[in-house]
């Protein structure tokens, strides 16, 4: 009985759960600290000189050895087909790029060696993505567990803002959740001030609260885009004529992504993150202006789904939903007008970025091809700079991505990063302009993967964490692994409905 059962289960079912696991796991900081010389170098903790083994690194190593196990018997001509792909030559030859970096900074060859060991990961998780998420049903159940995600971290985030204190503890549940221990009475505590109070911002159970605004611009598209699924879906249904009681499930799941939304957003504002509202709003302009994604029609369908609603129930429901929107813009408009004038004036964050900014600038002109080494800004900034900063926490890799990963990799490594990120673009944008009423192209993947990149791309002027956070970097290279199966799907395999 057990043997029937055994041979039932099939490597492919273990790899998409193991797969889907990783995908819940990544906003927890679920790990085991591993001090070193540098983790204590300035006096406090450092976050970006400390090795760590986490449980998403653990399954991310699980998968990629149940790809090469399941492919054993035709590893070789597996290989052959990936060293094909300019997609995958560019890896390679950015991984090897970095890797000759790290021999030649002998210096800090410890640190850089962990960091680069880490992105090798990293990629390699992202190339066999496309052998796990192979079917158009396991694609929309990834993106599921993403949205399930976001709302878990908005839900805690809004019981951090409620409480101004984590909400675990320190106790077992705060180990397990990775969650930061924040208080008022905690220094180094990320805040604001709201008419002379300090403030606590939201953190979730990531690091800092421009890292959860991040993530969670992530999922509310990816939540947009599964509720407009939904609704299209259910209009199919309804044209169809087919049962009731689906179209009543459908709409049904349709309110339920809405309120999932709503509930992601206020997460967002209670980060109080500039870079993350930024970089949501550019994306919603790319769409409405640029790509001509969302037109009056698009506005005017929506809103004609609610027609089946009685007058009343319908006039209700816009009347609270437009009170709702109009509370939160009132309630935190004020905050942000105030930290976006800090950019302006002087204040001590701008200070600090222009610091580090022109470090990165020196550190470029001093080590132009190869950096510093990878993951050894930090250090750099220490060894150099030390006589210029005067507080702990300024020691921290440059906001600006694009200028750090030059620092550390040097030019042609960040062309090659560019480059690959470019790659991976046009193979969306090339799925656009082969025409939506093409079967195997879906315009909302199109539209999802294209804001999405776009989204990375904004938030790197700003901020840092898609190259030096270890969940960001996990969540950025599941996503491009899964914009290039999306891709292969529709070029090679016909694609699995639901």
Known sequence: MMCRMAKKIEINDVLYLVFCVLLFFIPFNTRKIFPTQFTYFNGFFSEYMTYSLSLVDILAVILIVLCIIRARHDFKSLLIQESRSRINRIICLLTLWILFGVMLNAKYVDISFYQAARFSGYIGMAIMIKHIVNTDKRLIQSLLIFSLTGVIQSFIAIMQFIGQSSIFGDGLLHKLSGESLISRDVIGTSNIVYFGNKVIRAYGTLPHPNILAGYLVFTILISIYLYITVTQTAFKVK????????????????????????????????????????????????????????????????????RRLSPLRSHLLGFATTLFFLSLCISFSYVFILRMQNEFIGHQSTQDRVLLENVSRGTILMNPLIGTGIGTYVIYLYDNYSGKITNYWQFQPNHNSYLLIASEIGIPGVIMYLYLIYLIYSIVNKSANMGIDNANCTKNEICLFRTMIIAFLVIG??????????????????????????????????????
């Open 461 to 498: 002027f700003f901020d840092h964490y898609f190259w030096t956070s270890n969940q960001m970097r996990t969540l950025l290279w599941v996503l491009l692994g899964m914009f290039v199966s999306s891709q292969v799907m529709k070029q090679y395999v016909p694609r699995e409905t639901f």
């Open 239 to 306: 044209v169809l004529g087919k049962s009731d009681s689906l179209t009543c499930r459908l709409y049904s799941h349709r309110t339920l992504f809405a309120s999932l939304i709503c509930l992601q957003f206020i997460g967002l504002l209670l980060t109080f993150s500039r870079s993350g509202i930024v970089a949501l709003f550019t994306v919603i302009f790319f769409n409405i202006v640029i790509f001509k994604n969302v037109s009056r029609g698009t506005f005017v369908s929506h809103l004609g789904q609610f």
